[in-house]
Every structure is written in structure tokens, then in C-alpha cells.
């Protein structure tokens, strides 16, 4: 597809023969050409939604280009015109670009210097119009969509979560370490009738075994030397609530041990009594390594894997699904500019590269330190650079199945997960393309 064919150019000119030679010029260039005799009526498609480009003679009757210009100007400032004068306009033409015009192209001109002109105001619209809808997105996701995202996967783990957020069963969470599990977790509780009762979270791998038990059963008074009061544990606190244990493979044995019991029994016998003692509990528990693969379960017990995993849900990394990291961006980059009462930062094309050229390790948590940078005015080096830093030390071959995977992806979301499209669009045979999508490890359903 033409790189130019959504841009819409109006083109507004009263000399019928200029205004016919220059839309056909644009039209073949690969623009859609709105042209226009008068300003007057040029000005009834003209809004502050028009998403394309404006081209005007300065010498018209009634409207001239320069009224029309400022016209413009006050329904959306960062609207593009670009305006064509004679020789004797030139300088009503320049103080015009210091009052905003975006470039003006004394007569005669060549048709390139027009397609040029036109084709970079369409490259900074395009990025003006993105970065109006990224915030509108993120104004509405904050308040409807706790998940941002937009992806066919993303929107099946919203409806998945809706799904199971009443039923009574616990739930593993499977996903790469930034990704956003205690978010599912906490989005699980408050879509759920549990939502009245605590939140509870505990971090399995940030506590010395030594403290684990108490922390989660709690304790009596003389349980063990320094316990010199009561204390109620994590799963007698979440009663009639949530309890969401991160990190469940750094539990260590002897407790997953107990853990067991009390997700069978659902009773809990603090340390220091034989008392039992009954909850109401629903155990969230998240994982990031894969604890049905018995190499990466390693210690974990087997019987408490089948007891958590009555429902399974998993996370796809940001790699996976690359259009959502813009409106991501976009919602982190507005909460830090708030949080550090800095003026919000637009994404510009070298921005928007390393956007979606990073492979973003760390997940959200990664995209989101990095919006709290750029808020800073920390992140122009790395977001210039990192596309060629990510890419010098790389061998052709894995530069090349990088790319080959990240076509893959994008064909498939285009053509919304269809497999005869997608295999047309690349024009390799079907065999071929499931046995790239599994070296790739790509999902077809999650572009549906």
C-alpha cells in the first residue's frame, strides 16, 4: 500500500487549470485530493477532525489563502498549511510561517518540492492526530479499562477475567516478570462479590523462610522466641476476600506443605495452636516460570500445582503485543507528567521507533520507567540510539529472524487472524507459515 493513500490533501485554488494540474499531481503521488475553488467552501470539510493536509493559494477572492490560514488556525492550531505564492507574496508568506503556516512554495515550483512538502505536514498530522487519540484513549482507559490494551488479546483476557471474577475458584496467573499479574490479580478481586473484603498480597520471594509461615498462618503468643503477641496471618486476614501470593514458586517446600492443607480444608491453625480456624478464602497466585513444565517446577510441589491450577490465566509479554505499547506510553507518560507537574511530552517519530523496536524485557514495568524518564526529559538519548544499539551487536541471522517474526505478527493483525490472507500477503506456503509461527511462538488466535 502507498504510504500516502489515507492522507487526504485539500487543495483550494481559484485558477480551475493550477488546481486541476496540482490535484492530479498529489492523486498520482498517491494522496486523496480534495480540491476547492474558494476557501468558502473548502471550509465546509475543514474541523478540527480533519486528519490530512492543507494547500492554498495566498491571491483569492472574497477568502484569501492567508484568511483562510488564520481561519484555520483558530479551530485547530496544529492544523498543516501550506501555502503558494507568487514572487511578490514571499513576504506576507513568511511572516505567515512565523504565525504557524507550515511552509509556503513560491510559484513556479517543481513537483517534487509540492509532494515533499506534503508528504512531511502528513508525517507531522499523522503524529498530532495520534498523540489526540492516544490521550483520549487513555483518559477512557483509565476510568473503564484497568488492562490498556487493545489487542485481540488483551480484550479475550478483560472477558476471561469478567468471566471467572464471581466464580469461587482459585486462580493461577501466569506471565514474565512486568507484565502485570498483581493487576489481573487485583482486577479479579474488585470485578468479583469478594470485593467488599481485603486485598491481600504477599510477595513469596521477598521473604526469608524463617518468616513465611507467620507472615501467611500467623501466630500465637510464645510461638517461637520474640512472637510476644498475637498476630492474624495473610490467609486469615483475606477471609471473605482476596488472597494474592506472587512469586508461589519461591515458596519454600515446607510451606507449600501447609499451603496445601489449608486450600483443601479451608481452615487455618496458626503457629503455636492445634486450633483450627475457618476462612473464606480464594487464592490468586501468580508464577513466572511455566509450573506445569516439570524442568522449570523444579521444587515446587506437583500436588499443589493441580490444587491452584483450577484456572489458568496467562499474560502475553508487551513483545507479543506491540500496537498496545503506544496507548500504554501514552497513559504512564500523562500519570508521570502529573505526578511531576511537567508539560506531557509528544511522541515524535524517533519516539515512536523506539517504541516498537525495543523488546521491552521488563514488560510494563519496563515501559513505564521509561515514560517516567522521558517525562523527565531523560529519555532522548536512549529512545534515538536504542534501535541502532539493540541492533550492532546482533549477528544477520538473528537480525533477520527478528524481523521475520515481527512481519508475521503484523500480517496477522492486519488480516485479523486469517490464515489464507495472512499466507497470501506473505506468499509462502501454509506449511511454511505454522512452522514459523511455532519457532516464533506465535498465538494465531490472539490476532482474531
Not at 82 to 91: A, F, K, N, T
Not at 140 to 148: D, F, N, R, Y
Not at 336 to 343: D, G, L, P, V
Request: hydrophobic share 40%; net charge neutral; glycine share 6%.
Amino acid at each position: 500500500m502507498n504510504e500516502n493513500s489515507q492522507t487526504t490533501v485539500v487543495f483550494v485554488d481559484d485558477d480551475e487549470t493550477l488546481r486541476h494540474a496540482n490535484s492530479q499531481t498529489l492523486e498520482l503521488a498517491g494522496f486523496r485530493v480534495l480540491s476547492f475553488s474558494s476557501a468558502s467552501s473548502a471550509l465546509t470539510v475543514l474541523n478540527g477532525n480533519f486528519d490530512g493536509v492543507v494547500v492554498t493559494d495566498i491571491r483569492m477572492p472574497q477568502i484569501s489563502g492567508l484568511q483562510l490560514f488564520r481561519q484555520l488556525k483558530e479551530t485547530d492550531p496544529a492544523m498543516p498549511v501550506i501555502l503558494i505564492s507568487g514572487h511578490g507574496d514571499i513576504p506576507m508568506a513568511v511572516d505567515a510561517m512565523r504565525e504557524g503556516a507550515y511552509d509556503f512554495i513560491a510559484k513556479p515550483f517543481a513537483v517534487d518540492r509540492l509532494i515533499h512538502s506534503v508528504r512531511r505536514a502528513a508525517e507531522m498530522r499523522r503524529l498530532v492526530m495520534e498523540n489526540r487519540r492516544l490521550y483520549l484513549a487513555t483518559e477512557a482507559a483509565t476510568q473503564e479499562l484497568p488492562l490498556i490494551g487493545q489487542t485481540p488479546s488483551m480484550q479475550r483476557l478483560r472477558n476471561t477475567l469478567r468471566q471467572i471474577a464471581d466464580a469461587d475458584v482459585d486462580v493461577l496467573i501466569a506471565g514474565e516478570t512486568g507484565s502485570g499479574k498483581e493487576v489481573v490479580a487485583n482486577l479479579l478481586h474488585r470485578w468479583s462479590k469478594r470485593r467488599a473484603g481485603h486485598f491481600v498480597a504477599l510477595n513469596c520471594g521477598a521473604l526469608p523462610e524463617t518468616m513465611i509461615e507467620s507472615e501467611l498462618f500467623g501466630h500465637e503468643p510464645g510461638a517461637f522466641t520474640g512472637a510476644q503477641k498475637r498476630r492474624i496471618g495473610r490467609v486469615e486476614y483475606s477471609s471473605g476476600g482476596t488472597l494474592f501470593l506472587d512469586e508461589i514458586e519461591s515458596m519454600p517446600v515446607s510451606t507449600q506443605v501447609k499451603l496445601l492443607r489449608v486450600l483443601e480444608g479451608r481452615e487455618v491453625a496458626p503457629l503455636g495452636t492445634n486450633d483450627l480456624r475457618a476462612v473464606d478464602l480464594r487464592v490468586v497466585a501468580a508464577s513466572k516460570v511455566d509450573l506445569g513444565h516439570p524442568a522449570q517446577r523444579s521444587s515446587f510441589r506437583e500436588d499443589l500445582f493441580f490444587r491452584l491450577n483450577v484456572v489458568t490465566i496467562s499474560i502475553p509479554p508487551l513483545r507479543e503485543r506491540r500496537e498496545d505499547i503506544p496507548l500504554l506510553f501514552a497513559h504512564f507518560l500523562n500519570k508521570a507528567a502529573s505526578r511531576f507537574k511537567t508539560k506531557p511530552v509528544e511522541i515524535n517519530r524517533a519516539l515512536h521507533r523506539h517504541l516498537m523496536e525495543h523488546p521491552w524485557p521488563g514488560n510494563v514495568r519496563e515501559l513505564s520507567h521509561f515514560a517516567e524518564r522521558v517525562a523527565l526529559g531523560l529519555g532522548d538519548d536512549e529512545s534515538n540510539s536504542d534501535s541502532d544499539a539493540r541492533t550492532s551487536g546482533d549477528s544477520l541471522p538473528t537480525r533477520v529472524e527478528r524481523y521475520e517474526g515481527d512481519l508475521i505478527r503484523q500480517t496477522l493483525s492486519e488480516n485479523h487472524g486469517d490464515v489464507r490472507l495472512t499466507v497470501a500477503a506473505l506468499g509462502i506456503p501454509r506449511k511454511t507459515f505454522y512452522d514459523k509461527m511455532q519457532r516464533h511462538g506465535i498465538n494465531r488466535a490472539d490476532y482474531e
